[in-house]
């Protein structure tokens, strides 16, 4: 069998790679089942031989005798954020029918508030694999010992948790968006004055890298600007309000902004009513429906997109893969985030059904 660059013998995750479908449908086409074009099907085949791939006839007789059991557990707040990673992680499990996937969603109330209580009254350990938004990996000391006794697969989304056991991580690169935001916003504001970080709890891994890559990319390529101290809003949108007018009132020459998650409304509504929204470039997080009026109109120069879809479908295809395939992927799957701007902001309103 032919060998990929990794030394392992080439699988339907090579594959489908290879052609930029999902491994449920070259199941499919290999096994010449429905719901696979005939197109797709001659292209799998041909793909296959490429890479003299050989069935794995135990992995096919579990996967046609079982059912996999996930577990989802996600935020409820913000949920123009989450809904969309939900919808991803859905898409993902219809789209690979033939595996016979069953999903069940579990909701705690923020971002490292509440996940250990839900993921204890659920028994998570009944599933076989389980998809979490980790707030803080201090307080997930348990679920990261029983994973490691009880052999269960867990996939982060959004944030990674490294001290975690954990199967793998899928986000968005956190330090390259902080980066971004500095680089766009550096290159944006010519007069000296002083930017703003709006972020969330800090000791959630995202944010404070977010942080991070704001401030080293800030100091390196943009001088002239000077970082007020960050705010933690910890996604209230009272408290990211509040905290927005009293950074107004109290940085003059405040001259940028960079929410770096997806609360970034009432900080908005917080600049327009200072009447400073004009003099004030701001760069938020993620698109939803109450930000397009801003983007449309210029008063948000950009925004980051941190992909919520692809990153929940990533997860269950690493999933899928470990749990069916025996493939073990790599830890950290960073995706590149996408800037949105008043010129292609209908591109992604189209791609999004937004």
Not at 242 to 266: D, F
Request: glycine content about 6%; proline content about 4%.
């Amino acid at each position: 069998m032919k060998q990929n660059d990794a030394g392992k013998p080439s699988g339907i995750r090579q594959i489908a790679d290879a052609l930029g479908i999902s491994i449920g449908t070259v199941d499919r086409a290999l096994h010449n089942r429905s719901g696979v074009s005939a197109k797709t099907r001659d292209k799998v085949l041909k793909m296959a031989g490429k890479l003299s791939y050989t069935p794995n006839v135990a992995a096919r007789n579990l996967k046609l005798n079982r059912r996999l059991r996930l577990g989802v557990y996600l935020p409820a707040q913000i949920a123009s954020y989450y809904d969309t990673l939900r919808e991803g992680i859905r898409y993902a499990a219809e789209s690979e029918a033939t595996l016979h996937i069953d999903v069940d969603f579990h909701n705690y109330p923020s971002l490292g508030e509440g996940d250990l209580e839900v993921m204890k009254k659920t028994n998570w350990l009944q599933y076989d694999g389980v998809i979490l938004a980790p707030g803080h990996p201090n307080q997930l000391t348990d679920i990261s010992r029983a994973a490691t006794k009880h052999n269960r697969a867990i996939v982060c989304v959004t944030t990674d948790a490294a001290r975690m056991s954990r199967l793998a991580a899928v986000t968005a690169d956190s330090f390259v968006s902080g980066a971004m935001a500095a680089e766009l916003l550096g290159g944006w504001i010519a007069d000296d004055g002083d930017v703003a970080v709006f972020t969330g709890d800090l000791e959630v891994q995202d944010h404070a890298d977010k942080l991070r890559g704001f401030a080293a990319t800030l100091a390196l390529q943009a001088p002239q600007l000077r970082l007020a101290p960050a705010v933690e809003c910890h996604d209230s949108f009272q408290l990211a309000y509040e905290a927005a007018r009293k950074m107004l009132k109290s940085h003059r020459q405040l001259r940028g902004i960079y929410v770096n998650t997806s609360n970034s409304i009432p900080v908005l509504q917080a600049l327009s009513e200072s009447g400073r929204m004009k003099s004030i470039r701001t760069i938020t997080t993620d698109l939803f429906p109450e930000l397009l009026p801003y983007l449309q109109r210029g008063d948000v120069s950009a925004s980051l997109y941190q992909r919520p879809r692809t990153q929940g479908k990533i997860a269950v295809e690493v999933l899928c893969a470990f749990l069916i395939l025996g493939e073990v992927p790599k830890v950290n799957t960073h995706l590149t985030p996408h800037i949105i701007l008043r010129s292609n902001l209908s591109l992604f309103m189209e791609a999004l059904g937004t």
